[in-house]
């Protein structure tokens, strides 16, 4: 099945900096990979996603990279915000929304 | 915006009980997940619906747990009896139907501590 890995566990930055998080996926099948991002107590939210037909896809302050060669994704935050803090989850699913998660990334802004 | 809804919210228990949660998707979505996210873990898959129909419960835990959508819209996870391990927050999500891959939304969660 599929196993999705996730780097680093935990980032902290300066308030103004980047934040990158990167997830690689084992299976070639998974066409869709999406991040959440899960603040304490709450379920993960859908904050960007990226299909297989594309290379890269933008959101204001977010931005996502696929590399399908590599089987790697990656997450972009700029100009981070303290609310930015959080947990982020990369995934990756099938056709059929078998989705599989990475470990979690725990984000830290510091102001 | 539509959500989905999980009730309770918060559930201790003694181990050897019974637990249900309840999960209400959002109105129209045809795919229904149950998810069991361990305290710094990512959400691990219990059960998948289509409709009513089971798509996948590979790797829910079948001796102590159980999941049902009768009418195709909400849905009750059960586990009897509890144990200690069971302790963690169980998410619901859903997704609309067709040929997937689609956003699966999630609600709040249940977080059940046993005791």
């Known amino acids: 099945g599929e196993n999705v890995e996730q780097h680093p566990s935990t980032l902290s930055v300066q308030e103004g900096d980047s934040a990158v998080i990167k997830c690689t996926y084992s299976d070639s099948a998974s066409n869709y990979f999406p991040w959440y991002k899960q603040e304490l107590g709450k379920g993960p939210q859908l904050i960007i996603d990226i299909r297989s037909n594309v290379g890269e896809k933008k959101d204001q302050r977010i931005a996502v990279t696929l590399n399908k060669t590599a089987k790697h994704f990656s997450l972009h935050i700029t100009e981070t915000q303290p609310e930015d803090s959080a947990v982020y989850f990369c995934?990756?699913?099938?056709?059929?929304?078998?989705?599989?998660f990475g470990a979690g990334t725990r984000l830290t802004v510091k102001p | 915006e539509a959500e989905v809804a999980q009730s309770p919210r918060y559930k201790i228990t003694e181990k050897s009980q019974a637990v249900a949660f309840w999960c209400d998707p959002i109105s129209g979505h045809a795919t229904l997940y149950w998810y069991r996210q361990i305290l710094g873990q990512g959400p691990e898959l219990l059960v998948q619906f289509q409709d009513e129909s089971v798509v996948d419960d590979s790797q829910l835990p079948k001796d102590r747990f159980s999941a049902e959508r009768l009418k195709g819209v909400d849905s009750t996870l059960k586990i009897q009896p509890a144990e200690l391990g069971d302790s963690a927050m169980y998410l619901c999500?859903?997704?609309?139907?067709?040929?997937?891959?689609?956003?699966?939304?999630f609600g709040p969660g249940t977080r059940l501590t046993v005791t």
């Open positions: 999500a859903s997704s609309p139907q067709g040929p997937g891959p689609y956003e699966q939304y």
């Open positions: 995934a990756a699913t099938r056709f059929i929304n078998d989705m599989r």
